[in-house]
């Protein structure tokens, strides 16, 4: 194996203290990423794990490559974004009940358990339907639609 060139994760070279992974750059200045300029920073933060999800599914429908190994961070990308989205429908659904979040919760919050999220946020929903004068939201899902690739 040629360390300038491969590594023991294939054509992948590892990491080497020359490269410069982010940095201002005057000749390429459009491919800098501004994150300062937005007032929410986290709806960046959010949505770009979504939108990357989406951009690398849309890759592998137009050009199937590699797809047995790309398939994990694309699965990892909208699952982390999906985490992230129900932390943020807890803390809204307990500021619009005026309920305070427990130690418990606040806990599980710092944690990844999406069942355990789930959890924390349905017993919210009926209470926030009625707040709001909406119907109530169906215990369960009648259609599940599948998922394909665009032609």
Not at 103 to 121: C, P, V
Request: net charge negative.
């Amino acid at each position: 194996m040629n360390d300038a060139t491969g590594s023991v994760f294939n054509a992948s070279p590892p990491p080497r203290a020359a490269d410069v992974l982010f940095g201002s750059s005057t000749e390429d200045w459009p491919l800098n990423a501004c994150i300062q300029h937005w007032g929410e920073v986290d709806h960046a933060y959010k949505a770009g794990f979504r939108r990357a999800a989406y951009q690398l599914a849309a890759q592998m429908c137009e050009r199937p490559h590699d797809q047995d190994s790309i398939v994990y961070p694309i699965v990892y990308l909208y699952r982390h974004h999906v985490e992230l989205m129900l932390k943020d429908i807890f803390r809204l659904g307990a500021d619009l009940l005026n309920a305070p979040i427990s130690g418990s919760q606040e806990k599980h919050l710092g944690r990844h358990d999406l069942a355990q999220l789930w959890n924390m946020i349905r017993p919210m929903l009926d209470p926030i339907c009625d707040l709001a004068g909406a119907d109530h939201l169906p215990w369960k899902i009648s259609t599940v639609s599948k998922p394909t690739c665009a032609s």
